[in-house]
């Protein structure tokens, strides 16, 4: 074995031993610690320093699931983004290949965040990464603003694919709203 692998090999067995060691004198340190008797006040959940309210087994829409997923895809694409970066920033294997080494982890990278990036807009387009919006109901309320004044203001500013005429249009004097204000005042 070279001194290079041996490094690389040691540096790999201390990582792992460090972290079990951590675990192991954690979870003794825990087991002395912790107290063998319970009261009432520790028994229930525990939800935020708040007291638990209803059923811990009340429905969860499944839409979260959905977003929790393309949140842990994007946490590995970090987790895998930094490693890259090290070894394309080789001056080592750069040399070594011509700069080949550079063009080729450059364009795997590329290809990457670009398969990614492809997949977030497949999910964005088919609205996985909108909020679930309560349904609208309608109310009584007799207001004294004409119908066709909500009307005029909401196709205003609507979003784009649901505009009836343009929202660039400015206020002026000949809106509905205000000649039926005018119209009203007379």
Same mark, same amino acid.
């Given at each position: 074995? !070279?001194? /290079? ?6 540096? /790999? ?9 951590f ?7 825990? %087991?002395?610690l @912790?107290?063998? %008797? ?15 309210? *209803?059923?811990?087994?009340? &429905?969860?829409?499944? @839409? $979260?699931?959905?977003? *929790? ?15 890259? #970066? ?17 063009? $080729?982890?450059?364009?795997? *990278? ?17 609205? !996985? ?6 349904? #609208?109901?309608?109310?009584?309320? #007799? ?11 909401? %196709?205003?500013?609507?979003?784009? !694919?649901?505009?009836?005429? %343009? ?5 002026? !004097?000949?809106?509905?709203c ?7 005042? &007379?």
């Amino acid at each position: 074995m !070279h001194l /290079i692998e041996q490094v690389a090999f040691l540096e /790999i067995v201390t990582f792992i031993a460090g972290g079990l060691l951590f675990i192991g004198i954690s979870s003794f340190m825990g %087991s002395l610690l @912790h107290s063998s %008797s319970s009261n009432k006040e520790q028994l229930p959940t525990y939800e935020s320093g708040e007291e638990a309210v *209803g059923n811990g087994w009340g &429905k969860l829409n499944t @839409h $979260y699931y959905g977003i *929790g997923l393309v949140f842990l895809l994007f946490e590995v694409e970090t987790v895998l983004l930094f490693p890259w #970066a090290t070894v394309w920033a080789n001056p080592e294997l750069n040399e070594a290949t011509g700069g080949l080494w550079a063009s $080729y982890t450059a364009g795997s *990278g590329m290809l990457f965040i670009g398969l990614l990036a492809l997949g977030l807009a497949y999910v964005w387009r088919l609205g !996985h990464l909108d909020g679930i919006q309560p349904m #609208a109901t309608a109310t009584n309320f #007799a207001s004294p603003v004409p119908k066709a004044c909500y009307h005029q203001v909401n %196709s205003r500013y609507a979003p784009a !694919h649901q505009r009836t005429y %343009s929202a660039a249009q400015p206020l002026n !004097h000949q809106d509905l709203c205000y000649q039926e204000k005018q119209e009203k005042e &007379k």
